[in-house]
């Protein structure tokens, strides 16, 4: 009985959300924003990922960064450095970011005038691959030093992510990390997804990274509101 | 409205979760079993630190472990090869271990065989902190290539615990882990407890970990049953 009732009432706040998220994309779409939702265990370095992007494309595109977490300013405030705006959700216990909260996050901003918005979304490797949160891109960091194993043990993750990057491959040996195996076992998750593998400190593979990113930013390609999303 | 109505259904969840795992506490005291609960990010060091506890301790008291993952049984098949007994609860889409789990992984246990049962929580730094899961002692480890900024990102473990572990010392500057820092932020949340720097890879600074733990477990004391919990 109990399981039931708890079940029913998870399915239709997924369905709320889901329909939020929705209705969020294509308002974000109609405004030529691709929004990108970055999604890791702690400390992989999505941040870092961050600074790397804007380097990369600040002189073509107009980027603004949505930063969530339970608590601190942290990761604001080192977008914010970069002269970047950083708008900072604090989420309280909550664990992930669903499309309401996103909804509340854009809600000031000039959408016209951004062509890429990234959502560093809470560091979880589980919670945050359960929730739309109306983004077109969704992309999963995995670090050298958390071991090549994890996309056996959060395999839902691996299937949600458009992309995978492999983070701190500068820590090579001593992380004892299996680039191939990482790459099976993704493939066996979510076939052809592309898996790259990179170095936010030394720039090493930053370039495939924008490579990958770049064509799939709206206000790059013509017709973009052909688009599936 | 909604935001009630979820709220409500969330605190009745959480009330019936805190009696569960209230009576499952006392039934493993009376048995003279010490359940000790290792939370973490995916990738710290879990189940590295379970293989060196038992390593240090085995000749001396009875383990058993438990090990929750979304998927897979790897890390129960690593301490099963150690040659103690590991039951794997799949969570399926589960972030957390919640007391009525616990009950149903200890059902088939001969409690009164076990001294010291260690449960490997899901690889989770926000929600695994949320639910008590009848444990006698809740420990969470952080790690080097993580950062020493989690604490203020991640406030709810860090008082949650009864120790913290700093895993992966062994990385060394390369991850420019600051540990005094790390250690003053731990110390506003949770004054007075204590930090353990070690490395699971080295064995550096293990015994220091075994000297805080060993004098917690149950079977190690007389007059057990009086403690508070």
Redesign the interface.
């Known amino acids: 009985m109990k399981e039931t009732r708890?079940i029913r009432?998870r399915e239709s706040?997924l369905a709320?959300n889901a329909a939020k998220a929705e209705d969020l994309r294509e308002r974000l779409s109609a405004h030529g924003v691709t929004l990108l939702n970055l999604m890791s265990?702690?400390?992989s370095g999505k941040t870092s990922l961050i600074l790397r992007t804007i380097e990369a494309l600040r002189d073509r595109y107009s980027i603004a960064v949505v930063e969530a977490?339970?608590?601190?300013t942290?990761?604001a405030d080192r977008i914010a450095a970069a002269g970047i705006p950083a708008v900072q959700i604090e989420t309280g216990?909550f664990?992930h970011i669903e499309a309401a909260m996103m909804e509340a996050a854009v809600s000031g901003m000039d959408l016209d005038a951004i062509d890429l918005l990234v959502l560093e979304n809470?560091?979880?490797?589980?919670?945050t691959a359960?929730h739309d949160t109306g983004a077109h891109l969704s992309v999963a960091i995995l670090?050298f030093?958390?071991?090549d194993?994890?996309p056996?043990?959060?395999?839902?993750m691996f299937r949600a992510a458009d992309a995978v990057i492999v983070n701190?491959t500068d820590?090579g040996d001593?992380?004892d990390f299996n680039l191939e195996a990482a790459r099976r076992r993704v493939e066996v998750l979510n076939p052809g997804v592309p898996l790259i593998p990179l170095s936010c400190r030394t720039g090493a593979g930053v370039d495939a990274w924008i490579a990958w990113l770049e064509p799939r930013i709206r206000s790059s390609f013509p017709g973009a509101s052909e688009r599936r999303y």
Chains 1, 2 share one sequence.
């Open positions: 708890v009432i706040i709320e265990s702690p400390g977490d339970i608590d601190s942290v990761d216990g664990c809470v560091g979880n490797l589980i919670c359960q670090s030093p958390e071991g194993d994890k056996l043990k959060y395999p839902i701190k820590y001593l992380a």
